[in-house]
């Protein structure tokens, strides 16, 4: 009998004999021509000795506990409960029985979708899909983000449970003489309709056998089915009695800990330091000075950022300090000569505008801070020659390559261990606090745990980039838009954090190298979903001193702002009601018309009516299709959104209620985005660097929410990301309705 560390023939589980499976189903983007990539990848999984590796994706003990294998990083979507739900349903599991482990560094678990996210920006025009595919999995871009994990690896986990399903029949059936297709599995035991084994009594046994050409799927309809149920998710118990470790619960002996202070937007160099202060703070340990910050080492936490605040660190600028008016400033330049590049376009614009009197709009949004709810934080030890680090990171591989290089060792000898993510909205690509506590461990010959501080959160965040749009449309009579016309000027977040995470380049020098070549990463969503004969969407590059990133909702946070803000607008130049005038350009769009519909049912809307304080806003992006009413009032403190009913057709979501938790979390950060969650900077420092002035809601500010999940048989989207962008053009409707003012600009109202 052969055990689970052995090698095995793993490509013998192709679905397809003129192809290689690379760990997963087809549907994951992990199908090779053999011809052209001759090579495979077999499971690094560790392997206990009571274990037996089935797949990629899977370990069964032998007291019959079901260990799934992810390779996302948990940061509160739920992903560590829907991928192994997915698993167990296909292999008739007993949910009871399921554990999570999370996946080693591997070219298995690339994420494909999210890799052409990021490298749409030249890869496909220059040599192809194959060749993408080819550079994310050499590269193993492990990448958690951009609402991809569901779509990307959904399949790959049915195709998983189906293998083991098979393999643990053939298993049975071997020891009971008949036929393997007369077995199956139901609540975790292997059953011939007589007889009953348990799944950990026959996984060794199982991994010897081989799979056919087609694998099996369970049937539709099946009382102990687990897909569209809402199964007990995975880790609420350690969160509840907080078992549950993040990087900052990892406690090491001999450790110390620090703080750190980096300097304003452009700072390039330390200048000076009050190191003789700083020594004075009891459990103050040493200083660990490197360009372009510095960490005080103390005893605690606490003291760590006592002394360095006695520091009183001053750095060095290689420009101007950046201000907000100077951004401002650039982005309006950028629309200047011929920099803009045509990003979609269709019909013929210029021929629909000639001689007709066009309508215009302008809009802006300011800089937008992630402030997830834990601070960067990572622990190190660093001996031997050899590191482990203890990270939350949503580009795993990228993040140990650069520790590595940080350290000069070489990446075999960094030791990576996965913990969750207090939150992240994309802010964990970035891999300073890794890197910074393996460089402070080193130097201090200890384990080590650094945390930022809040302060340090915000002043050297990346934000969602500044953007101004130039909206231009005509109207025929009847309210039809015959033209419509969007020009953005914007960075590329996308651009800087490949640049940075894969790259290796600075921050700074990222963002001073945007700005060359339109980019259609920085207006993805502009492309709006209604049938408009004449349509044109361009891009205008901009390079700014001001670093940003990827952020939840991607581009399409604000895109959505610009584009239902504007069709708002028309609607009232046309006099017809702005859901009317939304539907009648649905054409080709039921799914997002029903979306529509439903929502102003459930909502009671009033027809936008002065007074009425409503709003409304439509969006589709990845597959997936929302509408979001806002009913909204004015107090003393500024507005409040009283009512907010949100209306989502996402497919078939395996988990639905995770499906609405994120949902409801999506619309409350895009509230936030609505009315707080900007940067102005000030010699390069954010102001109101403080979360109470950051003008995010409370609880009491957002009233009730209604969430409703359209029924579908339509292939899942993910839910994370499309609860961001209707939430501020909805809320921005329902302020008209209120004021009769227009507001072109995010937030709709300064924080104080």
Avoid at 67 to 91: F, K, R, S, W
Avoid at 271 to 296: D, H, I, N, T, Y
Avoid at 726 to 740: K, M, R
Wanted: aromatic share 6%; glycine share 10%.
């Amino acid at each position: 009998m052969r055990r689970s560390s052995e090698k095995r023939d793993y490509p013998k589980m192709a679905l397809d004999r003129r192809t290689l499976l690379i760990g997963g189903g087809a549907a994951a983007g992990l199908l090779i021509a053999w011809e052209l990539w001759p090579r495979s990848y077999r499971p690094n999984v560790p392997v206990g000795e009571n274990e037996t590796l089935i797949n990629a994706f899977l370990k069964i003990d032998t007291a019959g506990q079901i260990i799934v294998i992810v390779p996302q990083l948990e940061m509160g979507q739920g992903i560590t409960t829907v991928l192994p739900q997915i698993l167990a349903d296909e292999l008739g599991a007993d949910w009871r029985t399921v554990a999570v482990q999370g996946a080693p560094v591997s070219p298995l678990y690339t994420n494909q979708l999210l890799a052409r996210e990021f490298l749409d920006g030249g890869w496909p025009s220059l040599a192809g899909d194959w060749a993408v595919r080819e550079h994310a999995t050499r590269h193993a871009m492990m990448l958690t983000g951009g609402a991809t994990a569901l779509r990307q690896f959904g399949d790959s986990y049915r195709t998983a449970g189906a293998a083991a399903r098979v393999l643990l029949c053939k298993a049975a059936a071997a020891r009971w003489d008949v036929e393997w297709q007369s077995c199956d599995i139901v609540n975790g035991l292997v059953t011939d309709g007589r007889r009953k084994l348990r799944i950990g009594e026959l996984a060794a046994e199982a991994a010897d056998f081989t799979l056919p050409d087609v694998l099996p799927e369970r049937p539709e309809g099946r009382d102990d089915r687990l897909i569209g149920q809402d199964v007990p998710r995975l880790d609420l118990p350690s969160k509840v009695d907080g078992t549950l470790n993040y990087a900052g619960d990892i406690r090491l002996p001999g450790m110390v800990f620090a703080s750190v202070r980096q300097g304003p937007v452009g700072a390039v160099g330390l200048r000076s330091v009050k190191e003789a202060e700083a020594k004075k703070v009891v459990g103050f340990v040493r200083l660990v000075r490197q360009e372009g910050w510095v960490a005080a080492v103390a005893s605690n936490w606490w003291a760590a950022n006592k002394a360095l605040d006695a520091l009183d660190p001053v750095f060095d600028l290689d420009a101007e300090p950046l201000e907000s008016a100077a951004v401002d400033a650039a982005l309006r330049a950028a629309f200047t000569g011929n920099a803009g590049g045509r990003i979609y376009g269709w019909g013929d614009l210029e021929a629909s505008f000639s001689g007709a009197r066009v309508l215009r709009a302008d809009y802006r949004v300011a800089p937008a801070l992630h402030l997830a709810m834990e601070p960067p934080c990572a622990t190190a030890r660093v001996a031997e020659g050899r590191a482990e680090v203890w990270v939350a990171s949503q580009a795993p591989a990228f993040c140990r390559a650069a520790v590595a290089d940080a350290l000069g060792m070489s990446e075999a000898d960094v030791l990576l261990y996965p913990v969750s993510a207090g939150g992240s909205f994309d802010r964990r690509f970035d891999h300073e606090p890794a890197v910074q506590a393996a460089r402070e461990a080193q130097a201090v010959g200890r384990p080590l745990q650094r945390l930022w501080s809040r302060l340090e959160d915000i002043v050297t965040d990346r934000p969602r980039p500044p953007a101004r749009a130039r909206m231009m449309a005509k109207l025929l009579p009847g309210g039809r838009i015959d033209g419509w016309s969007a020009k953005v000027a914007a960075p590329s977040a996308d651009r800087q954090t490949w640049d940075r995470i894969f790259h290796g380049q600075s921050a700074l020098t990222a963002a001073r190298a945007d700005g060359r070549h339109a980019d259609a990463r920085a207006v993805a969503g502009m492309s709006p979903p209604y049938a408009i004969p004449n349509l044109a969407v361009d891009h205008y590059p901009v390079a700014l001193d001001l670093p940003v990133g990827r952020w939840r909702g991607k581009a399409d946070s604000y895109a959505c702002f610009f584009t239902e803000s504007f069709m708002d607008e028309l609607a009232h130049k046309a006099g017809i009601e702005p859901m009317s005038f939304r539907i009648q350009h649905l054409g080709g769009q039921p799914r997002l018309a029903h979306c529509l519909t439903t929502a102003a049912a459930m909502g009671g809307w009033q027809g936008g009516a002065m007074g009425s304080g409503q709003g409304l806003a439509i969006h589709a992006m990845d597959g997936g299709y929302i509408a979001i009413l806002v009913q909204a009032e004015l107090g003393r403190n500024g507005i409040r959104a009283k009512n907010i009913v949100a209306v989502a057709d996402l497919g078939a979501q395996p988990h639905p209620d995770i499906a609405r938790q994120q949902l409801e979390g999506g619309i409350i950060f895009g509230l936030a985005s609505a009315l707080g969650s900007a940067a102005d900077y000030v010699r390069g420092l954010p102001e109101r660097a403080i979360m109470g002035r950051m003008g995010l809601p409370r609880l009491a500010d957002i009233g009730t929410m209604t969430v409703e999940l359209v029924t579908s048989d339509a292939e899942p989207a993910g839910p994370e990301q499309i609860g961001v962008p209707a939430v501020a053009p909805a809320l921005a409707g329902a302020l008209f309705t209120l004021t009769g003012r227009r507001n072109r600009s995010l937030p709709l109202i300064a924080p104080a």
